[in-house]
């Protein structure tokens, strides 16, 4: 079955670490997404990317990098520079960049001890 | 209904009665409008969308009203189980902007037996 695959599911990590999430999808989708989610909140954008080697940043794109060299793939590094990193990362994708429903993974927890 | 902030807004139902979920959504120009759902854990799942084109539309179990002059969504579901429970988000989008979906804080929903 098409979907979105994200890994791991569960993540910890040391301050100063580095950590990428995975996020593949075998649907064919041009656009994908990275969201941030913490208790209480909506979901707010990290990093977007419409084309092959080619990303945006979002709303909350410090501390965060990711890479397009795959359609199917786009992992995000959530690097030492980001501050407050525990939380739940969500990624998404869909078919064009500006229309249609966003279909989502099932979410990565990173808890950094 | 939905709101920016830390805490979530609640609602409580009993099984079998009907649930209505509000969100007041932010920019005019928007023109296309999904709500979600979201188990704890998990990532969310596509409910139902809307165009701004409509003021009705219809689903199974599940009904979105869009009021534009207010800048409304509301979602209603009929029947309501306990395999509803779950958060609620609605989202906005503006045609030709690939950037992204903008999501409300969302609406827990808890179905009392």
């Known amino acids: 079955d098409g979907g979105i695959t994200q890994s791991p599911k569960y993540l910890f990590r040391k301050e100063g670490q580095n950590v990428t999430l995975s996020c593949e999808q075998n649907l064919n989708h041009d656009a994908m997404y990275w969201y941030r989610q913490d208790p209480g909140q909506g979901l707010r954008l990290i990093y977007y990317?419409?084309?092959?080697?080619?990303?945006q940043k979002g709303d909350i794109a410090e501390g965060y990098s990711v890479s397009r060299e795959k359609k199917e793939s786009f992992p995000l590094t959530v690097t030492s520079a980001q501050k407050n990193p525990t939380a739940f990362y969500l990624c998404?994708?869909?078919?064009?960049?500006?229309?249609?429903?966003?279909?989502f993974g099932e979410g990565s927890r990173l808890t950094v001890l | 209904g939905e709101s920016v902030g830390l805490h979530l807004p609640t609602l409580s139902v009993q099984e079998g009665d009907n649930s209505i979920i509000n969100c007041a959504y932010s920019n005019s120009a928007s023109d296309y409008f999904i709500w979600y759902k979201q188990e704890s854990g998990k990532g969310p799942q596509f409910i139902i969308d809307?165009?701004?084109?409509?003021d009705k539309r219809q689903g199974q179990r599940v009904t979105v009203l869009l009021n534009k002059t207010v800048k409304h969504l509301s979602l209603q579901i009929a029947a309501t189980q306990p395999g509803d429970s779950a958060v609620y988000f609605c989202?906005?989008?503006?045609?030709?902007?690939?950037?992204?979906?903008?999501f409300g804080s969302g609406t827990q929903l808890t179905v009392l037996p």
């Open positions: 998404a994708s869909r078919l064009q960049g500006s229309t249609g429903e966003l279909f």
């Open positions: 989202a906005e989008n503006m045609e030709g902007s690939a950037r992204q979906l903008t």
């Open positions: 990317s419409q084309i092959v080697n080619d990303f």
């Open positions: 809307i165009r701004s084109n409509m």
